[in-house]
Structures are given as structure tokens and as C-alpha cells.
């Protein structure tokens, strides 16, 4: 009996206890927990333990207290940036949490927002400028009269020029670097959500003076949002087509980021690819994603298992190596590829794109064409925190196959093809023109196959 009665005041107890509700964390118990997370992270992963003894881990403890007094995410988010940024590498950066609204289907205006444009750096009279590289047809900067070749001048209100201005010369130590992160800054401006309403004063190539403002309208994200991980949702997908060059034809084949959803499409893209006489790569802003599919792409042009990358860590080191693809996924056989490769490249080309493109060209199977990568190219860790932000840091050194590094510096093409705004004003790809340009003078180029003239019936996601 009186153990009945105890059973019976234990239960309801407990069913008391769980009925009452518990509140939330504050925002300075969450904003604690995220610094100190981060902070032992990078204490236990980045290489360089002396720096990260004496110099990171006294300026973390200096500036915990402000993390924790920040009023709100934004104002924490920048105490953390400023602790990142202390460390003279790439991949140590903050992805904020996602804003619950854009992660809906359920209303257009919910739905990310898609400029239709791309903004890249070129030289104008030696001086850096921001310009419009490409508009898509129909899109919203295309409807508002944005054109390829517009030099901007202000983005949304802002004036470029200061950021212009403090960038380092092209050969200077760390101009890689910033001006990757220019050109990211830029684009990010025009992110949004569908419906958001964007700025642009542009000055005409050739012309002395800004005074052509347009105003666009983000149009829905249509394309198919991918995720992986911690990585947050984002419009991804492959794509190839033929480019006749007399009777030879080069493949072009592009994908926007390297994330295991578009694998299939990029796999059958690169197959179908074989039968062409030439395959041109178009890495040009490809920011990266997972390192582990480099070798799986250059296994479709690489025939031996060669080194394409040493990642050094604290206490080990691990080879990243080429996968030949001699398999298609029906099962059956074909050869990897032998003929020419191009790589397209840009200041935007980073991470996972710069690991690959550096290993073709330093194994001599591809020449790199276009303008210097970013020099972002360290392996790195992607770990969500209690704030629903996601710590990205480097956990690696990482060199070429012949003990280069492309971190700080990016890499440098074969053929360069700066973005004359002259040219893309009047419709002309400059990087692309160079690529095949260099390939009409191929000697080796065979005809191409039969079945290279359907390869642009693969297209899409």
C-alpha cells in the first residue's frame, strides 16, 4: 500500500513537472553558448596553434563580454565577424540563421528573389570597376534595362567607389582575396525575397558620366532549391550544350555550386560530353560546396587515380584523389575523356572550384582561362549554433598536386580574358570567346561524335 501511494505521488509529480511549461533561453544564454562553441571549435581544429594561443584566443576572451551584451542577432553577428576576421585565412565566416519567411512555398512573396543579373570586377583605364557580366533574358534587371556592360555606380544607395578605391593592386599580396570579396559583397546586395525592389546607378561603357538609374523588381526563384547539411538552401543546377567549331564541336558544361543533388545530371552531362571533340568547363562564379565531388569530376577526365589535393591537418594528412569514371550509371563502359580542356574561371571561383581547376591545370590536363580565382580555398567545417547561425572554419592547409597553394593568392589562368565592357555591351561572352578561340587552333581537336550534337537536351537541373 505505501508503495502504491508513493508510485502514485512519484507519477503525478512527474506529470506536474512536465506540465509546466518551460521557457525559452534567453537571448545572452543562446548568444554564450554559440561564442563558446565557436571558440572551442576553432581552438581544437585550426593548424595554427600558436597563433590561435597567443594572439586569437586572449582577443576572443576581450570581446566575449560585448557578444553577450548585444541587444539583438545582428549586433552579435558582428561582434562574431569581428573575431573571425582575425584569423588570416579564408573559411572562417558566419552564415546567419534563415529567415523563416523565405523557407515557405506557400506565396510568391515568400519565395527567395532572383535578380537575373551578375556583377564582376574589370579594369577600366586601371582602375577597378563593378560590371554587369551577364543579364538573363526576361529577367528582372533585363525588364528594368540593365544591360551587360553597364559599369555600376551605386548599388541600392550605395556608393562603391571607397570599396574600389581600397583595393589592393592585382599582384599585391591578399588582392585575390578582397576583390572576391567585392564582387561577393555586390551580388549580396541584390539578394532578397521575391517582390524586394532594387536600385542600380550605371554609367554606359564609353560614356563620362552616371546618370541612368534602374529600378528592378526580385522576380521568384523558380529554379530548385538544394541543401546539404548545414549549407542552406540554394538555387543549384547543371547544364550543358554543344558549340560547333567546324567539324569538331566543344561541350560546355556549367553547374552553380558542388552539392550532391546536382551529382546525376552533372555525371550524365560529362558522359554525354565524350563524344565532343573539346569539353569546356564553366566554373565561373562557383563558389564550392563539397570538396569530396572533386574527385568524382575529375575522374571524368582523369584516367589514373592522381593526387589532387594534400589537406594538412593538426595531426595528419589526407590525399584527395581522382576517381576514374569509366562506368556510366546504365553500367555500361566508357573511356574517360582525352581530348582538350578549358576551365572558365573568375574572381568568384572559390573553395571546391579552385581545388579542382588547380588540379587539372597543375597535372597539365586543362588550361585555365578567364580572369584570377578568389583564393578561397581551404577545406572547412560547416557546425550550427545555438542561434540557428552556422560557423563555417577551416580545419586544413591545403596544397596542389605539385605542392602550390591557392589559398590567399587564387589561381592564375593560362589564358587570361579580362571582361571588356565594350564587348559585353555588345553581346559578347570575352572568356568564353578566348576559350574557343584557343581551341580553333587545336590541332589534336577530332570530330566530334554522333551523339555530342544531343548534349544540350541534358540541360536543367
Given at each position: 500500500m505505501i508503495r502504491r501511494v508513493l508510485t502514485g505521488v512519484l507519477l503525478a509529480a512527474a506529470s506536474s513537472a512536465t506540465a509546466q511549461p518551460v521557457p525559452p533561453p534567453s537571448r545572452a544564454t543562446l548568444y554564450a553558448a554559440a561564442w563558446d562553441t565557436t571558440v572551442a571549435a576553432i581552438s581544437r581544429?585550426?593548424?595554427?596553434?600558436?597563433?590561435?594561443?597567443?594572439?586569437?584566443?586572449?582577443?576572443?576572451?576581450?570581446?566575449?563580454?560585448?557578444?553577450?551584451?548585444?541587444?539583438?542577432?545582428?549586433?552579435?553577428?558582428?561582434?562574431?565577424?569581428?573575431?573571425?576576421?582575425?584569423?588570416?585565412?579564408?573559411?572562417?565566416?558566419?552564415?546567419?540563421?534563415?529567415?523563416?519567411?523565405?523557407?515557405?512555398?506557400?506565396?510568391?512573396?515568400?519565395?527567395?528573389?532572383?535578380?537575373?543579373?551578375?556583377?564582376?570586377?574589370?579594369?577600366?583605364?586601371?582602375?577597378?570597376?563593378?560590371?554587369?557580366?551577364?543579364?538573363?533574358?526576361?529577367?528582372?534587371?533585363?525588364?528594368?534595362?540593365?544591360?551587360?556592360?553597364?559599369?555600376?555606380?551605386?548599388?541600392?544607395?550605395?556608393?562603391?567607389?571607397?570599396?574600389?578605391?581600397?583595393?589592393?593592386?592585382?599582384?599585391?599580396?591578399?588582392?585575390?582575396?578582397?576583390?572576391?570579396?567585392?564582387?561577393?559583397?555586390?551580388?549580396?546586395?541584390?539578394?532578397?525575397?521575391?517582390?524586394?525592389?532594387?536600385?542600380?546607378?550605371?554609367?554606359?561603357?564609353?560614356?563620362?558620366?552616371?546618370?541612368?538609374?534602374?529600378?528592378?523588381?526580385?522576380?521568384?526563384?523558380?529554379?530548385?532549391?538544394?541543401?546539404?547539411?548545414?549549407?542552406?538552401?540554394?538555387?543549384?543546377e547543371a547544364s550543358a550544350r554543344v558549340i560547333p567549331l567546324g567539324a569538331s564541336a566543344a561541350a560546355l558544361v556549367r553547374f552553380d555550386a558542388f552539392l550532391p543533388a546536382i551529382m546525376p545530371a552533372l555525371d550524365d552531362a560529362l558522359f554525354a560530353a565524350r563524344s565532343c571533340s573539346a569539353i569546356v568547363l564553366d566554373l565561373r562564379g562557383n563558389p564550392g560546396g563539397l570538396v569530396g565531388m572533386v574527385g568524382g569530376i575529375a575522374g571524368h577526365l582523369l584516367a589514373l587515380p592522381d593526387t589532387l589535393a594534400i589537406m594538412t591537418m593538426r595531426e595528419s594528412a589526407l590525399r584527395l584523389v581522382a576517381n576514374p569514371r569509366t562506368v556510366r550509371r546504365d553500367g555500361t563502359s566508357a573511356p574517360v575523356f582525352d581530348g582538350p580542356v578549358l576551365v572558365l574561371i573568375?574572381?568568384?571561383?572559390?573553395?571546391?572550384?579552385?581545388?579542382?581547376?588547380?588540379?587539372?591545370?597543375?597535372?597539365?590536363?586543362?588550361?585555365?582561362?578567364?580572369?584570377?580565382?578568389?583564393?578561397?580555398?581551404?577545406?572547412?567545417?560547416?557546425?550550427?549554433?545555438?542561434?540557428?547561425?552556422?560557423?563555417?572554419?577551416?580545419?586544413?592547409?591545403?596544397?596542389?598536386?605539385?605542392?602550390?597553394?591557392?589559398?590567399?593568392?587564387?589561381?592564375?589562368?593560362?589564358?587570361?580574358?579580362?571582361?571588356?565592357p565594350a564587348r559585353l555591351a555588345a553581346g559578347t561572352d570575352p572568356v568564353l570567346d578566348a576559350a574557343l578561340a584557343a581551341l580553333r587552333l587545336d590541332r589534336t581537336l577530332r570530330p566530334a561524335g554522333a551523339s555530342c550534337r544531343s548534349l544540350s537536351a541534358l540541360s536543367g537541373s
Open positions: 581544429t585550426w593548424i595554427d596553434t600558436a597563433f590561435i594561443a597567443t594572439t586569437w584566443l586572449p582577443a576572443a576572451k576581450a570581446a566575449r563580454d560585448s557578444a553577450l551584451a548585444a541587444t539583438d542577432d545582428r549586433a552579435f553577428q558582428r561582434v562574431m565577424r569581428g573575431l573571425l576576421a582575425r584569423i588570416p585565412a579564408s573559411h572562417f565566416y558566419l552564415l546567419p540563421a534563415p529567415d523563416p519567411a523565405l523557407a515557405s512555398d506557400t506565396a510568391t512573396a515568400a519565395r527567395p528573389g532572383r535578380a537575373g543579373l551578375t556583377i564582376r570586377l574589370t579594369e577600366v583605364s586601371g582602375a577597378p570597376h563593378l560590371v554587369v557580366s551577364h543579364v538573363e533574358a526576361g529577367g528582372a534587371a533585363d525588364r528594368a534595362g540593365v544591360r551587360a556592360g553597364d559599369l555600376v555606380r551605386r548599388l541600392d544607395g550605395r556608393d562603391v567607389s571607397r570599396a574600389l578605391g581600397e583595393l589592393p593592386a592585382p599582384r599585391e599580396p591578399g588582392a585575390a582575396v578582397a576583390r572576391a570579396r567585392v564582387v561577393a559583397a555586390a551580388n549580396a546586395v541584390l539578394a532578397g525575397g521575391a517582390g524586394d525592389v532594387r536600385t542600380l546607378e550605371l554609367q554606359k561603357p564609353g560614356t563620362a558620366s552616371a546618370s541612368d538609374t534602374r529600378r528592378l523588381t526580385l522576380d521568384a526563384e523558380t529554379r530548385p532549391l538544394r541543401a546539404f547539411g548545414n549549407l542552406p538552401p540554394m538555387p543549384v573568375d574572381e568568384a571561383s572559390a573553395s571546391a572550384s579552385e581545388i579542382l581547376a588547380g588540379a587539372l591545370q597543375a597535372l597539365g590536363r586543362a588550361r585555365l582561362v578567364g580572369t584570377r580565382t578568389a583564393g578561397m580555398s581551404l577545406p572547412a567545417q560547416l557546425r550550427r549554433l545555438s542561434t540557428g547561425d552556422v560557423l563555417v572554419h577551416a580545419t586544413a592547409d591545403l596544397t596542389g598536386p605539385r605542392g602550390a597553394r591557392a589559398e590567399g593568392e587564387g589561381l592564375s589562368p593560362d589564358l587570361p580574358a579580362p571582361l571588356d
